[in-house]
């Protein structure tokens, strides 16, 4: 119970500095909005085919996670991280993070993929639900790790070297499986073909979680 109190307090908190600076939010939407437009300046000529449709919406979701989610603990300054020391359990506070980055990455992701098919009207995916999954699973797949890493980087000097070592191994089999699953959905293949790749992928999220919450408490008492 106490726990959970800890949890959606440090939530509420997180919205809050969100909605008073914005910069989280309106720096990753400027990036989509204007990485998509870019693309559909740099393909029109090409015409849009599925795998480079496929593949630029992946490469866009990748870094706009990376912008938005890789400093969760990193922008926080000494005094911010003992403050939440002081106010709540280790646990709390990364079941928060990871909370809140989660439903920040599927608010992203959603309107991303929605701007995605307005302005690449040309193609859209014959099992747009089976890619709305895809989508679903790549932000919470990619907000689980990044948050991990950011709480592990921001205890390191160099925190945002550190980050970028730590997430490479980490993040490349989560987008195979997760570019795989959106493939699928792009070929029009029967769900039944993609029950691998969503196992996979709910299991990588649980032992990401469960990694973090055995190893957050040694690191956050450093």
Same mark, same amino acid.
């Given at each position: %119970?106490? !726990?959970?109190?800890?949890?959606?307090?440090?939530?509420?908190?997180?919205?809050?500095?969100?909605?008073?600076?914005?910069?989280?939010?309106?720096?990753?939407?400027?990036?989509?909005?204007?990485?998509?437009?870019?693309?559909?300046?740099?393909?029109?000529?090409?015409?849009?085919?599925?795998?480079?449709?496929?593949?630029?919406?992946?490469?866009?979701?990748?870094?706009?996670?990376?912008?938005?989610?890789?400093?969760?603990? !990193?922008?926080?300054?000494?005094?911010?991280?003992?403050?939440?020391?002081?106010?709540?359990?280790?646990?709390?506070?990364?079941?928060?993070?990871?909370?809140?980055?989660?439903?920040?990455?599927?608010?992203?992701?959603?309107?991303?993929?929605?701007?995605?098919? @307005?302005?690449?009207?040309?193609?859209?995916?014959?099992?747009?639900?089976?890619?709305?999954?895809?989508? @679903?699973?790549?932000?919470?797949?990619?907000?689980?790790?990044?948050?991990?890493?950011?709480?592990?980087?921001?205890?390191?000097?160099?925190?945002? %070297?550190? %980050?970028?070592?730590?997430?490479?191994?980490? @993040?490349?089999?989560?987008?195979?499986?997760?570019?795989?699953?959106?493939?699928?959905?792009?070929?029009? !293949?029967?769900?039944?073909?993609?029950?691998?790749? @969503?196992? %996979?992928?709910?299991?990588?999220?649980?032992?990401?979680?469960?990694?973090?919450? !055995?190893?957050?408490?040694?690191?956050?008492?450093?």
């Amino acid at each position: %119970m106490q !726990l959970a109190k800890e949890v959606k307090y440090l939530i509420h908190k997180e919205v809050l500095l969100e909605w008073r600076s914005k910069y989280t939010i309106n720096g990753v939407l400027l990036y989509v909005v204007s990485t998509i437009f870019t693309c559909y300046l740099s393909f029109i000529s090409l015409g849009t085919e599925k795998l480079i449709w496929n593949a630029l919406f992946w490469i866009i979701i990748l870094f706009a996670s990376i912008n938005g989610v890789s400093k969760s603990f !990193l922008q926080e300054t000494k005094g911010q991280q003992l403050y939440s020391y002081i106010l709540a359990s280790p646990a709390a506070i990364l079941i928060s993070k990871t909370i809140y980055n989660t439903l920040l990455m599927l608010f992203l992701t959603t309107i991303a993929l929605i701007l995605y098919a @307005i302005v690449f009207d040309t193609f859209t995916p014959p099992d747009l639900i089976l890619y709305y999954v895809a989508v @679903i699973l790549g932000g919470i797949s990619f907000s689980t790790v990044f948050t991990m890493v950011s709480a592990i980087a921001s205890k390191a000097g160099n925190g945002g %070297m550190l %980050m970028a070592i730590l997430s490479f191994p980490i @993040i490349i089999p989560v987008l195979i499986l997760l570019i795989k699953l959106a493939k699928n959905a792009v070929d029009g !293949l029967p769900w039944e073909n993609s029950y691998d790749e @969503i196992g %996979m992928l709910l299991v990588v999220n649980v032992v990401v979680v469960s990694v973090s919450l !055995l190893l957050f408490p040694y690191l956050w008492r450093d």
